[in-house]
């Protein structure tokens, strides 16, 4: 009866929480994406325009420029942009540039890997599998090991940043073992692109595919691949798809700067301010700085309540952090999520197979008040489960 | 002198009608979408929901149920929603539906059905196409001889509204003709989906296309295919393509709700606003009448303008309208386009390659202020050309 009694008291201070926060009807989104968006993106949205009128062709080549400020591109490299989720870049990229048959390598330590596969197998590729941990960034040497043993790999993919974990693959480690063996590497950067700096020129990069909604902060429902010139230019009627066929879409772009389909004109118009934003904010660096220090107090606060993180400190990413599920009695992971999403606050599921975890994202317009507020309400529902009593804990 | 002269009075005379529009910031968008979208559907978009989140899972849920409701489809039919434009959705329809090898017989009379002919041909589908002319609605009978003459054609597929023209297709006698002779039709119903009464289970379709911003009002970036589950429970595999599946799309949302990848969170508020909108306005016959007042008042007012339509009022939809680009003394189109749209009103190009054409859209977020707003300005464009002095018109 005392517990029930605790666990009331407990209900009606969640109740006044969650009364403030359906007030203010925001949601902290602690996710990779789709995020908190500013104000000014999501004002950006409640515009109409024509997707055939000046302005928004406009609207397309802003987004165009800043997105080759962000990729560091130079004049040898196409930026085409692209209707649908990061997975439809990803696609559009390995179906358009990659020659069939021809034999592909793909670096695989999490789901997004694993997607990879399943697209290279789809569109009739032959491909080599290198698998490893999860928990463990890219060997490079085992990357070369694979290309010196195999001279008929012509192309390698991989994903930078793993939001299966939150781990980041050395990319120009890996890039370099693939430019000094003359092989063609496809990144998927969903993770890290606009999170982390790096030019797609330098690194010689055959191809890359980001997407709107994670580190650039604008609403999902674009994404875009970068190309060099001389690789797509003769990619015309290589790919497998109409809609994902990027040789095509350039060209339409190229014709008379507007999109070969319908695009989402309201998440387009949300990227341009996303991207000027970015800019204001001082670009791709001071991104960075941001989330990592959003990622250094979500990581903190769960640490002084006695949680352990997955994957080693010199790897993690700033876009999200894996936790592993602890073991405490009483303790649900969706108990816990249920009771956040009642005080509209969301951590996000974990999607290991080999582990038990749950994640948090440090991305998107969340500032150290929200990370305090959501570090409050778990630790809230730690005291109601009983696990927290003698923990000392610092001031969050 | 003169002409300059005047030329700077109506300058003068469109410069604070272009104040007024700017000031209202509102763009009238004569376009068959992107279109103008009601207060309530763009400030739907003005929240963040995250996609893995119950909140947003009940969208998608009232979604589906919304958009079986409009396509008055039974038990029997699967809908799945999917990221990106129209033309997404009809490749993955036909990509996922239509066994491979098999033939199909495709029918042609303008733009959208020369598209579906460049996917079938793309994927690998033998094809057999019967193009009749973009003016004249496609012959049921030619239908049925194609198919008596051809046995080994396995499925029809079909525009319903050809955007091209604005010209609507007889659906239901070439549900008909294929249902008759026991072949599968799918439809590309863009144009006609949530503005013609129609059933999906009536008319017997194997699959059906459409998307969120036409007559559904909705903002741009979500398409959705109904399937018959016989035919789609079997199609694990066939897809050509990773992102376009729609058996794992389905099997994904089947088993929780949740979309396979990142959907367009703000573009679904939107639709869901814009499907409440439909049912409040009395469902699909009070939206398909007020699409024909608006398209009344729009052909009542170029032929007062002395324009001409293009095809017979007979076969012509409620969504766009063609009129023939008229020979008359310093009338250049592109010209018309850019005066308007300087006032923010915006007319949309046409697509026929036999003749020299424009047309007008009739759907959207746009009254009769709105229409007689843009006859006006036309009017006025007409004037400073010298075209219009002796004509009487009617008011508008």
Partial sequence: LLFVK???????????????????GRKLLFTPGP??????????????????????????????KHLRTVAQAGSEVAVVLLQGSGTFAVEAM?????????????????????RIVRIAERIGLSVEI???SPTQAINP??????????????????????????????????????R????????????????????????GLAGLAASSNKCLEGAPGISFVFAQRRIIECCQGRSHSVSLDLFEQMRQFDSNGQWRFTPPTHVMAALATALVQLDIEGGVPARMRRHQANRAAIVAGFRDLEF?????????????VTFKIPAWTNFRIEELYCDLADQNIHLYPGKLTEEPTFRVGCIGDINCNDIGRMLSAVERYLRRIGRLKDIRRSAV
């Fill in 6 to 24: 605790t666990l009331n008291q407990n209900r009606d201070e969640n109740d006044d929480m969650r009364l403030q926060n359906n007030l203010a």
């Fill in 35 to 64: 995020l908190n968006t500013s104000s000014a993106v999501r004002t950006a949205m409640t515009r109409d325009l024509g997707s055939r009128d000046s302005e928004f062709t406009e609207v397309t080549q802003a987004v165009e």
């Fill in 94 to 114: 390995i179906g358009s540039l990659l020659p069939r048959p021809s034999r592909v390598l793909v670096l695989v330590n999490g789901a997004y890997g694993e």
């Fill in 130 to 132: 290198q698998r490893s």
């Fill in 141 to 178: 040497r085992d990357v070369a090991r694979a290309l010196d043993r195999d001279e008929t790999i012509q192309s390698v993919v991989m994903v930078h940043g793993e939001t299966t974990t939150g781990l980041v693959n050395d990319l120009e480690a890996v890039a370099t073992i693939a």
């Fill in 180 to 203: 000094q063996r003359g092989r063609n590497l496809f990144v998927d950067a969903m993770s890290t692109f606009g999170g982390i700096p790096f030019s797609v020129s330098e690194l």
């Fill in 308 to 320: 352990d993180t997955l994957i080693e400190d010199g790897v993690q990413g700033s876009v999200i």
